[in-house]
């Protein structure tokens, strides 16, 4: 059963970089699939952030582009989230989850809460 | 990118009934259309992928339909567990962009 986890501080100042990690386990990120990560604001919906690619290539949303990395790293089975210069609008609850080209999101993590106050 | 509306943004429904919600693209996305079902709390759950096709394990009264531009959710037979709120989420291009959602609660 493929599971992901997400971990990461759960409170960051505004200004600085928000930085995530999605934990992989029951699939190995370096077989196939895309990984991605998608935000949602408390009380409102879904927004894509981006995806990576087991090879590493990348896809971002244009709207975060200048400010979001997605990395991997197939030794641990994981992958990362770094957005930098983060204000109150970045506050939302982040998800990792499975994808591919054309595909949808099959397996979730359970989703962490990170608050950008000071 | 490509955006997506969906309506209703929220209904009222009673145990049992018919339900029906449609998702709209702003431009063709073929069947590249999901549906996602996600209750307080939770991470989206996924239902229905390429417009049609029902993921494993989700019961047989949820079923999608549509192409292009118009797609549509239904729920046959409304039970308990299934007041969520909804989304469609397009995977033609990236970004994946997801409708605003329909919020389905108790008549």
């Known amino acids: 059963q493929v599971q992901l986890q997400e971990s990461g501080p759960g409170l960051v100042r505004p200004s600085e970089t928000l930085s995530l990690i999605c934990a992989v386990s029951?699939?190995?990120?370096?077989?196939?699939?895309?990984w991605g990560w998608i935000r949602q604001p408390p009380g409102k919906g879904l927004e894509w952030i981006g995806t990576?690619?087991?090879?590493?290539?990348?896809y971002y949303n244009p709207s975060l582009k200048s400010r979001v990395t997605i990395s991997v790293d197939t030794s641990k089975n994981q992958f990362s989230l770094k957005l930098s210069s983060v204000t109150a609008a970045d506050t939302a609850v982040y998800y990792c989850?499975?994808?591919?080209?054309?595909?949808?999101?099959?397996?979730w993590g359970q989703g962490t809460l990170v608050t950008v106050s000071s | 990118d490509i955006q997506m509306t969906q309506s209703p943004s929220s209904l009222s429904a009673s145990v049992g009934d018919r339900v029906t919600i449609t998702c709209r693209a702003s431009?063709?996305?073929?069947?590249?259309l999901n549906w996602y079902q996600q209750k307080p709390g939770k991470a989206p759950k996924l239902l229905i992928y390429?417009?049609?096709s029902l993921q494993s394990g989700v019961p047989s009264r949820f079923s999608g339909s549509g192409s292009g531009t118009d797609f549509t959710l239904t729920i046959s037979s409304l039970q308990p567990e299934d007041f969520a709120t909804y989304y469609c989420?397009?995977?033609?291009?990236?970004?994946?962009?997801f409708g605003p959602g329909t919020k389905v609660d108790i008549k």
């Open positions: 989420h397009q995977s033609y291009s990236t970004p994946g962009t």
């Open positions: 990576i690619s087991h090879s590493g290539s990348s």
């Open positions: 989850a499975r994808t591919y080209v054309y595909y949808p999101f099959d397996y």
């Open positions: 029951g699939y190995s990120i370096n077989s196939a699939y895309y």
């Open positions: 431009q063709s996305i073929s069947s590249y």
């Open positions: 390429v417009a049609s």
